[in-house]
């Protein structure tokens, strides 16, 4: 059914700390593995040895250079669905395929209902959905659906197969809609943020920002220290010219 | 976004046949179909066979089209479904008019027929193509919605894009219901073919407007924002997720046409709205030639809106895109 549930008794989702995510993809692969295996119909990969390797992933790991005008720096940044409150991609399936679960607020696809017109991905502002060409059916993340409520894995691995992954423990997976979860006072604590608020999907994941990066007087000094000493600098100055000069004439 | 082919072909075929059956519907709402019941019937026919063979068009970029029949369920919040529910409704009107229309080429039935209902018949074609035409228009408004209710490409999600779609579509009804009237040797309605003029350059100032609005339009979101950081943060790619394109890049950050795109406008502007309206002016001052000019109309305004609809999808652009 795609009417949306007008509240969900949990709201299982993400938190990801873009401070200390170092982009290894090991969310991405782990992500991959699990939700390719035993009963889970495979992500597709296409073209796998040729010369344009293409395949389905539910998250994905982008690099970008933040410039805020004072400092640059790097950010890695997981992308995958945010299990919104109000997630368009469900009430645009014309099959009810799409679907939002009442108990944890968990968005899924029924594989054996979806008919493969691609509409909820056009309706996701995230990219969280991917098409299966091989399957003709849409993929998406589960919140591995089938680990946390599996009772015959370890009380501990009963996680996403992503947060399970994380080698910084940049991901982190609880409940929403409990303010006294670890999820909840880390994002309250450090000013944890929906993406994109303004188009009001009401996501459930939440990202928590890099800290700011201080261009302390300390800093100056280090690198003072380390720079070859002032007495020289001139000196060089004019060979690094010359040298670049004499590098342009040559080439 | 990646235009499909038989997404195009599928919203202009069809929105040609649900125009034509528009048109038949209010014709015979007002009985102005004091035609013969041959070309009533074969007007149907066309119009039905334009739907379906979109309709079947459309089906075939689905993932699953053997499953397709489950679209009919979620009506109720899905534009793409009540498309499909008011597909389906339509033929139940259509088919009856078939049927009526049909029995006069049947001689025995259709004295039993006349005894039967007499003078009421001419009530019953009026109700029931009138409800034909309702769900024809219908079907149409809500193809637009499906487009103009996604808030993810701003492109689409603009007050006249519904309204576009139904205009073009009875606009491209019209101009076949002249041909048709040409071909089967009807003088062909004066006032039909002003209409019809007026309803080009209608479509010409409405798709005029849309343009304008797609040349301004913008996300009203940025690359920061949609990675969580402060509004005017500066965002570089630096490492990209995967190093060829995926299903995302291909599907919605379809960009090829974009350069092209003022080039490819005037053709739709002038094959799609431009000659259909100056070769109808022709049949307006020399009757005589109707079916030549109309038949020369109708080829241009197919070629102008596939142009046409091939730029609706291939100039929106997706707020995904500002991942990549």
């Known amino acids: 059914m795609t009417n949306l549930p007008s509240q969900t008794d949990k709201k299982l989702g993400l938190l990801i700390d873009l401070d200390i995510c170092v982009g290894c993809h090991g969310c991405v692969t782990s992500c991959k593995e699990w939700n390719s295996t035993d009963d889970m119909l495979p992500l597709s990969d296409f073209d796998s040895y040729g010369d344009s390797p293409d395949g389905i992933f539910l998250n994905r790991v982008h690099g970008y250079e933040i410039n805020d005008g004072m400092t640059a720096q790097t950010v890695h940044f997981p992308r995958s669905c945010l299990h919104c409150e109000q997630p368009e991609c469900v009430s645009v399936c014309p099959t009810g395929a799409s679907y939002k679960r009442q108990e944890d607020g968990i968005v899924l696809v029924n594989p054996e209902t979806c008919i493969g017109c691609k509409l909820c991905s056009w309706a996701c502002p995230y990219g969280a959905r991917e098409y299966d060409h091989n399957q003709g059916i849409m993929k998406k993340c589960t919140l591995c659906v089938d680990r946390i409520y599996n009772e015959e894995l370890a009380e501990e691995d009963r996680k996403p197969a992503c947060v399970l992954a994380c080698p910084t423990s940049a991901r982190l997976f609880g409940d929403f809609s409990d303010p006294h979860s670890e999820v909840s006072i880390l994002s309250q604590e450090r000013g944890g943020v929906a993406l994109m608020e303004s188009l009001d999907y009401k996501p459930v994941n939440r990202y928590l920002p890099p800290r700011k990066k201080q261009l302390s007087d300390k800093c100056e000094n280090t690198s003072e220290q380390y720079s070859y000493g002032s007495k020289n600098r001139s000196s060089d100055a004019i060979l690094d010219n010359f040298f670049s000069w004499l590098d342009k004439k040559l080439s | ?324």
């Open chain 2, 1 to 324: 976004m990646n235009p499909a082919y038989s997404v195009i072909l599928f919203t202009v075929l069809s929105g040609v046949g649900y125009g034509l059956l528009a048109v038949l519907g209010l014709s015979c709402l007002f009985s102005l179909n004091a035609v013969s019941a041959l070309m009533n019937i074969s007007v149907l026919l066309i119009s039905l066979i334009l739907i379906t063979a979109g309709l079947v068009s459309s089906t075939s970029h689905l993932g699953r089209p053997e499953r397709a029949w489950r679209a009919l369920s979620q009506w109720r919040t899905s534009w793409l479904s009540r498309e499909g529910v008011l597909a389906v409704l339509t033929y139940v009107p259509a088919l009856l008019l078939v049927l009526i229309w049909g029995i006069e080429f049947v001689p025995e039935i259709s004295v039993l027929w006349a005894e039967l209902f007499k003078d009421e018949i001419q009530n019953y074609i009026s109700v029931i193509g009138g409800v034909a035409g309702l769900f024809a228009i219908a079907t149409v408004f809500c193809t637009g919605q499906i487009y103009a209710s996604l808030r993810t490409i701003p492109a689409w999600h603009y007050s006249l894009t519904t309204p576009i779609y139904c205009v073009l579509s009875i606009t491209s009804g019209l101009l076949l219901w002249i041909l048709l009237c040409a071909l089967f040797g009807y003088d062909i309605n004066q006032i039909i073919t002003l209409i019809t003029i007026c309803m080009l350059e209608a479509s010409l100032i409405l798709k005029w407007v849309y343009w304008r609005y797609v040349d301004s339009t913008e996300f009203g979101v940025t690359k920061a924002d949609a990675i969580g950081f402060e509004t005017q943060t500066q965002v570089l790619n630096l490492e990209p997720a995967n190093q060829t394109k995926n299903y995302l890049m291909r599907e919605m950050g379809y960009h090829v046409a974009r350069k092209h795109a003022l080039k490819l406008r005037r053709y739709a502007a002038f094959a799609g709205f431009i000659m259909p309206a100056l070769f109808l002016l022709l049949v307006f001052v020399n009757p005589g030639y109707a079916l030549v000019f109309s038949f020369g109309a109708i080829i241009s305004l197919l070629f102008g809106l596939m142009v046409e609809r091939w730029l609706f999808f291939a100039e929106a652009k997706h707020i995904v895109t500002l991942y990549y």
